[in-house]
C-alpha cells in the first residue's frame, strides 16, 4: 500500500507458476500437511469444496457491486472510513494512495445491523447478506487455522482458531472495488493496492472473476493468482507468522487493475482480540528453533501498523534480542 514507483510494473518480473490448490474435502491428515506446506513455502494457498454456499457468496457481491456503482455523492455519504464506512484512493492514516475505493465493515452483526443504512437502500437485506457470509467466512477461517494446529503437530488445535472465535475479536471485512484504469502506457494494468502484508492472523480472499491478485516470491517476482469462483483465496498474515515462531510465511502481495474490466474483491481478516498475547505455543519453541518474537498483544501490533505505511516490515520490530539479527 506504498504510493507507487513511476513504473512499479515494469521494473518487476511476472513468473507464472502453479500455486496451491487444497481440496478440503481431501482425506484430513493430507489436507493439514498441504497447508502446513503452503503456508511455509508462500504463505498463501487456494482452497476448494470449502463449504461456502454459492447463494451466501452470490447475495453479498451482489449487495457490494450495488453499493460500487452507486454515483459518488452518494457513496460519499457512507465516509470517511474511521475506521468503518466508504473510502477512495487513500489507504491507510500516513499517505499512502491507491487506484481503489472500498468498505471497510465492523464483523459484529450488532453493529452492522445498526450501522447499514448508509450502505444501501435496503439496509436490512445488507445488513443480512453481511452477516450470513461473515458467519460462513468465520467458520471455514476457523475450520483451517484448526487443520494448521493439527498439520503442525499442535497439542491443542483450537489454539489459533479460538482467537477470531471470541466475541470481543477485532476481525473485519474488506471490499475493494477497483475500477478499469486507462493506463498511460501499453500496459494494461496499474498498481490498484501496493505491497504489503497483512497484520491480522488470517485473510480469506475471493473476487469477482477478474484477475489482478498477484504474491511475491521475493527479488521483485511476482506471481499472479488466476480468478476461480470456485474458490477462495488464503493469505497467512503477520500475526501468524509470530504465533508459528516464523513457520508460516506472512505473504505480500498487492492488487493491480484492468483497463477493461472493474474488479471486486472481498477480504475477511480474522484478528484476536485487542487485549490477546500472540506468542506461539510450547511445541514450536524449541533449543534449535527459539522464540523469534517477543509477546506482544493484538493492540500493540496493530497500533504499530497503524503507525506505518503499510509496505513497511512491522514484525522486526518485535523481533527477539537472540534473532534481531538472523
Known amino acids: 500500500m506504498v504510493v507507487a514507483s513511476p513504473n512499479p510494473i515494469r521494473s518487476e518480473s511476472v513468473r507464472n507458476i502453479e500455486l496451491p490448490v487444497i481440496d478440503l474435502l481431501a482425506e484430513r491428515s493430507k489436507v493439514s500437511s498441504l497447508i502446513v506446506t503452503a503456508c511455509e513455502q508462500y504463505g498463501f494457498f487456494q482452497v476448494i469444496n470449502h463449504g461456502v454456499s454459492e447463494d451466501t457468496i452470490a447475495q453479498m457481491e451482489q449487495q457490494g457491486l450495488s453499493f460500487f456503482t452507486k454515483p459518488v455523492c452518494e457513496k460519499q455519504r457512507a465516509g470517511p472510513a474511521t475506521p468503518f464506512g466508504y473510502?477512495?484512493?487513500?489507504?491507510?492514516?500516513?499517505?499512502?494512495?491507491?487506484?481503489?475505493?472500498?468498505?471497510?465493515?465492523?464483523?459484529?452483526?450488532?453493529?452492522?445491523?445498526?450501522?447499514?443504512?448508509?450502505?444501501?437502500?435496503?439496509?436490512?437485506?445488507?445488513?443480512?447478506?453481511?452477516?450470513?457470509?461473515?458467519?460462513?467466512?468465520?467458520?471455514?477461517?476457523?475450520?483451517?487455522?484448526?487443520?494448521?494446529?493439527?498439520?503442525?503437530?499442535?497439542?491443542?488445535?483450537?489454539?489459533?482458531?479460538?482467537?477470531?472465535?471470541?466475541?470481543?475479536?477485532?476481525s473485519i471485512f474488506r471490499l475493494n472495488h477497483y475500477p478499469p484504469i486507462l493506463c498511460k502506457d501499453n500496459s494494461n494494468t496499474e498498481v490498484g493496492f501496493g505491497e504489503h502484508t497483512d497484520p491480522q492472523i488470517l485473510t480469506l480472499l475471493r473476487s469477482n472473476g477478474v484477475g489482478g491478485l498477484q504474491i511475491s516470491l521475493g527479488d521483485g517476482v511476482w506471481v499472479p493468482v488466476p480468478p476461480d469462483p470456485?474458490?477462495?483465496?488464503?493469505?497467512?498474515?503477520?500475526?501468524?507468522?509470530?504465533m508459528t515462531n516464523g513457520r508460516f510465511k506472512s505473504v505480500r502481495h498487492r492488487a493491480l487493475t484492468n483497463s477493461f474490466k472493474p474488479r471486486m474483491s472481498m477480504a475477511y481478516f480474522g484478528a484476536p482480540p485487542l487485549h490477546a498475547w500472540l506468542t506461539p505455543p510450547a511445541e514450536l519453541v524449541t533449543p534449535h528453533n527459539p522464540l523469534l518474537y517477543r509477546p506482544f498483544t493484538w493492540d500493540e501490533f496493530k497500533n504499530t501498523s497503524y503507525s506505518l505505511r503499510l509496505g513497511d516490515n512491522r514484525l522486526h520490530l518485535f523481533k527477539t534480542r537472540n534473532s534481531v539479527h538472523n
Open 87 to 170: 473510502g477512495r484512493r487513500n489507504i491507510g492514516f500516513n499517505g499512502d494512495v491507491g487506484e481503489v475505493e472500498y468498505l471497510l465493515l465492523d464483523t459484529n452483526p450488532l453493529s452492522l445491523s445498526k450501522g447499514s443504512y448508509p450502505f444501501s437502500n435496503d439496509p436490512k437485506m445488507f445488513s443480512s447478506a453481511v452477516c450470513g457470509y461473515m458467519e460462513a467466512v468465520k467458520g471455514l477461517a476457523c475450520e483451517i487455522l484448526d487443520q494448521m494446529a493439527e498439520g503442525l503437530r499442535v497439542h491443542d488445535s483450537s489454539v489459533f482458531s479460538r482467537m477470531i472465535r471470541a466475541v470481543e475479536s477485532d
Open 230 to 242: 470456485t474458490a477462495f483465496c488464503v493469505n497467512v498474515g503477520d500475526a501468524l507468522q509470530a
